[in-house]
């Protein structure tokens, strides 16, 4: 067990409650595979008493309207999690065997800091506008264009950036005056818990605006998506769950919001610099390459390709990884045997289809405990393999020769993935013009970063429908209504 004094119940009608069933399921850290606490496991009776709290807190009280008090209330949680700040950030360390190095940035500060931002959007989005007037059957019409709170979310997270994902999906949905039901995963359960108690304790959000229901059963979640009382539903996750979200919910006709997976290629142009653009290549290995936007293709131009690959290779030998919570490591455990396993097979693929495997390719001997996979590194990989195409969620980098301009980007392209990617070049006129033919929703152009809370983020293709964060991100949890009226003589 931990030190960690977890929150173990759901949050539900305003009420921090264990299941109904009485039932708990156990938090392991990935690192130590060690049992670090339970959680309730939430029931489909809870879920349901959840929808039912959401649905009749949107119903029944001014929440979706009085939008300062809802900016009143997001500040008082941003209070609460800086307050709680080193309580969450140990949390995700042990439940997501997240590098501490992370938790400075996305896994943790970054969006408990950007709390402000969506309530300032709730204070002062303009959520009604006069448009220009027009003329109908000789008649002048007046319009009125309003925006208002889309219903009851249900928001299902994954747990590689747990705390991130749900406070990027609560900040947002809260500001604009939705009310919602939280699912997380059940690997991080306790970094949505733990926001539970910060709401239940610290502010003043009113009884069932958010619930929050952690479960062992991936089915209590699926309830959320076929329920009709449930208006919108926002997912984080892989590809082939939200193919399923998208189906369970077409009955109901929910809007669907999907943040998915992502095959991002990283192309370096024969005038990059090497050493800067190549020699990066490690961040792949990043929390385990459990990131959906991390580049896990390196397209290299066929006149550069032994250089670039020995500095990829040297970059791999030296990725920093082991214990999570030594701050000089970049990548940490995969989050369950279950997902080790799978990162595994995926090496076994590559061997099989003829990629060479130059760095790692196993289970580090010097780490025992914990669901540790070596940083690896293919070479001569072809871009229609199984490597190249799926996405393994592991350390473990595609490297890709190709032509010209033309072929790179084709290469890039070739993925049923669109979420993001990287182009270097010694010219940033030729970086732009190849990054504007890439088919996905992020780039980084000659190491530039994008991530940040006012920046639409989301995928092309398979990669997701909508985008999440900025105004655009904020407007998926709204509605649009236009009133016509006379003009006026
Ligand atoms: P997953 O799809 O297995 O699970 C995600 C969530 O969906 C979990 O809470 C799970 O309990 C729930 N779930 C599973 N089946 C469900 C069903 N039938 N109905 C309703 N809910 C269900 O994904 P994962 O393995 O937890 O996460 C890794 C995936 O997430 C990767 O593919 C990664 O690329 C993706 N991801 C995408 C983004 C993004 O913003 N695009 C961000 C992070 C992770």
């Not at 009310?179 to 959000?205: H, I, N, S």
């Not at 799926?390 to 350390?395: A, D, K, L, S, T």
């Not at 190709?402 to 084709?410: L, S």
């Amino acid at each position: 067990m931990s030190d960690l004094n977890p929150e173990t119940r759901n949050y539900i009608g305003g009420q921090l409650v264990g299941a109904s069933s009485g039932a708990t399921f156990e938090n392991v850290n990935p690192a130590t595979e060690e049992v670090i606490g339970v959680c309730s496991d939430g029931t489909k009776e809870d879920m349901d008493a959840a929808i039912a709290a959401a649905r009749q807190a949107f119903d029944e009280t001014d929440w979706s309207t009085n939008a300062a008090f809802r900016g009143k209330v997001l500040r008082q949680f941003h209070a609460a999690l800086e307050e709680a700040k080193e309580e969450l950030r140990a949390i995700v360390v042990a439940e997501a065997g997240s590098p501490i190095l992370l938790t400075h940035q996305v896994q943790t500060n970054a969006f408990i800091d950007a709390m402000p931002y969506f309530a300032d959007l709730a204070e002062n989005y303009e959520y009604e506008s006069a448009m220009s007037n027009i003329d109908f059957m000789g008649m002048s019409n007046r319009r009125i264009l309003r925006h208002e709170a889309a219903g009851v979310v249900g928001a299902i997270t994954p747990w590689n950036f747990p705390l991130y994902l749900n406070l990027c999906k609560i900040g947002p949905a809260l500001a604009a005056g939705c009310t919602m039901v939280l699912k997380p995963p059940p690997d991080t359960p306790w970094c949505a818990t733990a926001l539970g108690r910060l709401f239940a304790e610290k502010t003043d959000l009113p009884a069932g605006v958010l619930n929050i229901v952690a479960s062992s059963d991936h089915m209590v979640g699926e309830i959320l998506t076929t329920d009709p009382r449930v208006d919108v539903i926002t997912f984080t996750g892989s590809t082939a769950t939200g193919r399923r979200i998208m189906e369970c919910a077409a009955p109901t006709v929910k809007k669907v919001f999907l943040e998915l997976g992502g095959k991002s290629a990283n192309i370096v142009l024969d005038d990059a610099d090497f050493a800067k653009a190549v020699g990066f290549a490690g961040t792949t290995c990043v929390h385990g390459g459990q990131g959906c936007a991390i580049p896990t293709r390196l397209l290299l131009p066929r006149s550069r390709y032994d250089e670039g690959v020995a500095i990829a290779k040297a970059a791999f030998e030296n990725v920093p990884y082991g214990d999570p919570t030594d701050p000089s490591k970049l990548q940490g455990p995969q989050v369950s045997k279950k997902q080790q396993e799978r990162v595994l097979e995926y090496i076994e693929k590559g061997k099989q289809e003829g990629a060479k495997c130059i760095v790692g390719g196993g289970v580090p001997a010097h780490l025992p405990k914990g669901y540790f996979v070596e940083p690896t590194l293919f070479i001569d990989v072809d871009p229609d393999s199984t490597i190249a195409q799926e996405e393994i969620f592991g350390p473990v980098l595609a490297v890709i020769p190709f032509d010209d301009d033309d072929d790179a980007v084709r290469i890039a392209n070739n993925s049923i993935y669109g979420l993001s990617g990287a182009v270097s070049s010694g010219s940033e006129e030729r970086a732009l013009a190849v990054a504007r033919r890439i088919r996905t929703g992020t780039l980084a152009v000659n190491g530039g970063m994008w991530f940040h809370q006012d920046t639409p983020f989301g995928g092309y293709k398979q990669s997701g429908v909508g985008r999440e964060n900025g105004v655009l991100g904020f407007e998926e949890y709204l509605e649009v209504k236009v009133m016509g009226l006379p003009g006026r003589p």
